[in-house]
C-alpha cells in the first residue's frame, strides 16, 4: 500500500516520513513548507498547498496520514482566519481526496487541547470538550469533518488527541523555546506562566508507535483515541532539566498572562486517559521527564 502524509515536511510528519521510508514503504510527502522544512531525499516530495482544493493526485486505495496545520495555539487566537483555513479547509480538501481515492484509512491528529480545562485528569474520551482557543475549536471541527466522511462514505479513520510531542527536529515548543533562548542568554530564562503549568510530555517515537498502531488495528468505523504518556510535569522542573543538561543555573523570570498561564488559549493542567488505544496495543515507553530529557538532548546535538 502507498502512503500520503499530509504535513510531511513538518516534525511529526517528518518522523512518519523516516519511518515509513525505513520500511521500505512507498510514501509522498505533501507540504507547503509555510511552517516545516524537512525533506527525506528517499520519498517522494510534492510542494502543495491544501487549503486549495487541489489534486492530491492520491494513488488509489492508499493510506492517509493528515497532519498539515499550524500548530500554534498562540498564534491561533491573534490568527483566527489563516488557522482556519490550515486547521479546517485542508481537512475538506483532504477528505474529497481520500473519498476519490477509496482509501485504506485516514489518521487524522487532533490534540489534547479540545478538552481546554479539563474538570478531570487523566482526561478520557468520554469526558466534555471545551475548546479555549481557536486552535483546539478548528481541531474539534477537522474532526468532524473526518467523523463525516467516515461515517457517510465508509472511510476507516481516526483521530488521535495528541498530548505535547517532544523530540528531535522541533522548531516549536517549550523545550525547543527554552533551548534556544539558553544557547542565546546563559544568565536568566523567561518562562512563559508561573512555571506550574503541568502537562504531559510524550517522546517522538512513542507518537509514531501509537500513529502506527491506530492505522493498522482501527476499527472499520470511525475512531478517537487520546494518546499520551503516563503523568506530567510541570514548566518549571522543564526548565530545571534543560538547564541541567546544558550545566547552567540561570535566573528564573516568569511572564504570566493570567492566572499563572502562559499565553492566551494556554490550557494550564494536562494529562490523558490513554487507554482505549492501550487496548490496541500501544503504550508509552517514556515518561513526561524521560521524554523532555531525550528531547533536550536531540536538541543539542542539532
Ligand atoms: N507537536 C505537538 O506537540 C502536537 C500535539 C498535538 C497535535 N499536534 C498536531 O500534529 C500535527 C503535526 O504537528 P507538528 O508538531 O509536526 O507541526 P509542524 O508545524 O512541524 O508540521 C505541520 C506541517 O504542516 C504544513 N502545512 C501547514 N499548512 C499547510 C497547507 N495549507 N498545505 C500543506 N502543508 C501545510 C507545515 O508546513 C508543516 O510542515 C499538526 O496537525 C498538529 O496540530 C501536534
Known amino acids: 500500500m502507498s502512503y500520503i502524509v499530509t504535513g510531511g515536511a513538518g516534525f511529526i510528519g517528518g518522523h512518519l516520513v523516516d519511518y515509513l521510508v525505513s520500511r ?13 522544512s524537512y525533506i527525506n531525499s528517499k520519498s517522494k516530495f510534492v510542494k502543495l498547498d491544501l487549503r486549495r482544493p487541489a489534486n492530491m493526485n492520491t494513488p ?23 488557522h482556519f483555513d490550515r486547521d479546517v479547509k485542508t481537512t475538506v480538501n483532504v477528505m474529497e481526496s481520500a473519498r476519490k481515492a477509496d482509501s485504506e484509512f485516514v ?35 477537522a474532526e468532524s469533518i473526518i467523523c463525516f466522511y467516515s461515517r457517510n462514505y465508509g472511510i476507516k479513520a481516526a483521530s488521535l488527541r495528541l498530548a505535547n510531542v517532544v523530540g528531535g527536529r522541533s522548531d516549536h515548543g517549550v523545550v525547543y523555546d527554552f533551548v534556544k533562548k539558553l544557547r542565546h542568554s546563559q544568565e536568566t530564562l523567561e518562562i512563559l506562566g508561573d512555571g506550574s503549568q503541568s502537562k504531559s510530555y510524550m517522546y517522538i517515537d ?6 502506527m498502531t491506530a492505522a493498522s488495528k482501527m476499527p472499520d468505523s470511525y475512531s478517537m483515541f487520546n494518546v499520551g ?8 522542573e522543564i526548565a530545571q532539566i534543560v538547564a541541567g ?47 523532555v530529557s531525550k528531547a533536550v538532548d536531540d536538541a543539542l546535538r542539532e
Open 24 to 36: 521500505r514503504s512507498d510514501v509522498i510527502a505533501i507540504d507547503d513548507l509555510s511552517g516545516g
Open 60 to 82: 488509489k486505495g492508499s493510506g492517509i496520514f493528515h497532519f498539515a496545520a499550524n500548530p500554534s495555539v498562540r498564534d491561533s487566537m491573534t490568527n483566527p482566519t489563516e
Open 107 to 141: 489518521v487524522f491528529l487532533s490534540t489534547s487541547a479540545v478538552y481546554g480545562e479539563a474538570k478531570r485528569l487523566p482526561t478520557s474520551e468520554s469526558d466534555p470538550v471545551n475548546p479555549i482557543s481557536n486552535y483546539a475549536e478548528f481541531k474539534l471541527l
Open 206 to 211: 512513542d507518537a509514531i508507535r501509537a500513529i
Open 229 to 236: 504518556s503516563t503523568d506530567r510535569i510541570s514548566v518549571k
Open 245 to 291: 543538561k546544558m550545566g547552567i543555573s540561570p535566573k528564573y523570570i516568569y511572564k504570566d498572562w493570567g492566572r499563572g498561564r502562559g499565553w492566551s488559549g494556554d490550557v494550564k493542567h494536562m494529562q490523558l486517559d490513554a487507554s482505549r488505544i492501550r487496548k490496541l496495543g500501544w503504550r508509552p515507553k517514556f515518561s513526561s521527564s524521560q521524554a
